[in-house]
């Protein structure tokens, strides 16, 4: 459960009860469980009673045993099932003290259900009037542009109308490298290794065994039956193997 609003102890008892006594009068005005046939002013004053007494019961429960009971839901569902048998046993008293009616035990069996669906109302309310809102936290990959003294050495084997543009991917062949630029591609005698080594300090990801590409080229990666694939700048397409997926993964592309 995410943790309550903790305003100052006086506001939160003065606010829990008046939260209680507007559930008790609204319990009243529903009169549930055959309640409705009594007197108005008996049904209210009765569920008020029911519902503050109670409540306090689940509260004081909720606030010992429930903090360490973890997820919202889960925590008010055991607070209302270890409160109901005490909160039973308090309602099947109040009729005595108010109205003198004697003690029935034989109650108590019948009585159980009813508190349990009751004590969920509840305190359901109040953990989701107390709750926290919940904190969204929007992430956003920034890509740093590439840094020029990173690919200087590698643009310098590039053609003279290819050496400033824009740098895409790189594709591996047997004794050559495709480079890829916006500028169109290009052939380079290199191989793949050295090319990496080259550009170790640029703003690049081996996404395949046979393909570099420029990180702000990146527009979308995907992840399908076992296979992975970007899609660059340009239209260009490449496949993302296994072992280069976490790269791609913990720069949040997928």
Same mark, same amino acid.
């Given at each position: !459960?995410?943790?309550?609003?903790?305003?100052a102890?006086?506001?939160r *008892?003065?606010a829990?009860?008046?939260?209680?006594?507007?559930?008790?009068?609204?319990?009243?005005?529903? @009169?549930?469980?055959?309640?409705?046939?009594m007197?108005?002013?008996?049904? #209210?004053? #009765?569920? %008020?009673?029911c519902?503050?007494?109670?409540g306090?019961? @689940?509260?004081? +429960?909720?606030? %010992?045993v @429930?903090?360490?009971?973890?997820?919202f839901?889960?925590r008010?569902?055991?607070?209302?099932?270890?409160? =109901?048998?005490?909160?039973a046993? #308090?309602?099947?008293? +109040? /009729?005595?003290? !108010?109205?003198?009616?004697?003690?029935?035990?034989? $109650?108590?069996? $019948?009585?159980?259900w009813?508190?349990?669906v *009751?004590?969920l109302?509840? !305190?359901?309310?109040?953990?989701?009037v107390?709750r926290? /809102?919940?904190t969204?936290?929007? =992430?956003?990959?920034?890509?740093? /542009? /590439?840094l020029?003294e990173?690919?200087?050495?590698?643009?310098r084997?590039?053609?003279a &109308?290819?050496?400033?543009?824009?740098?895409?991917? +790189?594709?591996a062949?047997?004794? #050559?490298?495709?480079? $890829?630029?916006d500028?169109?591609?290009?052939?380079? =005698?290199? &191989?793949f290794a050295?090319?990496?080594?080259?550009?170790a300090?640029?703003?690049?990801?081996?996404? $395949?065994?046979s393909?570099?590409?420029?990180?702000?080229? +990146?527009?979308?990666v995907?992840? &399908?039956?076992?296979? @992975?694939?970007? &899609?660059?700048?340009?239209?260009?397409?490449?496949p993302?193997?296994r072992?280069h997926?976490?790269?791609?993964?913990s720069a949040?592309w997928?």
């Amino acid at each position: !459960m995410k943790p309550l609003v903790q305003p100052a102890p006086w506001r939160r *008892i003065a606010a829990d009860i008046a939260l209680l006594v507007a559930l008790g009068l609204f319990m009243g005005a529903v @009169g549930p469980f055959g309640s409705d046939a009594m007197p108005a002013a008996a049904r #209210y004053s #009765y569920w %008020t009673a029911c519902i503050v007494g109670g409540g306090v019961i @689940g509260i004081v +429960i909720d606030e %010992t045993v @429930g903090l360490r009971l973890g997820a919202f839901w889960r925590r008010v569902g055991a607070v209302s099932l270890l409160m =109901t048998p005490f909160v039973a046993a #308090y309602v099947i008293l +109040i /009729p005595g003290q !108010m109205y003198a009616q004697p003690f029935e035990p034989p $109650h108590f069996p $019948h009585l159980l259900w009813q508190v349990l669906v *009751i004590s969920l109302l509840v !305190m359901s309310v109040r953990a989701l009037v107390w709750r926290r /809102p919940r904190t969204v936290v929007e =992430t956003r990959v920034v890509v740093a /542009p /590439p840094l020029p003294e990173a690919e200087a050495a590698f643009r310098r084997r590039l053609s003279a &109308r290819r050496r400033a543009a824009r740098l895409i991917a +790189i594709e591996a062949h047997d004794h #050559y490298l495709r480079v $890829h630029t916006d500028a169109g591609p290009d052939l380079v =005698t290199l &191989r793949f290794a050295d090319a990496l080594a080259e550009l170790a300090g640029a703003h690049g990801l081996q996404v $395949h065994r046979s393909w570099w590409v420029a990180a702000d080229a +990146i527009e979308a990666v995907r992840w &399908r039956r076992g296979a @992975g694939e970007a &899609r660059l700048a340009g239209g260009l397409s490449v496949p993302v193997s296994r072992s280069h997926a976490p790269a791609l993964k913990s720069a949040g592309w997928f």
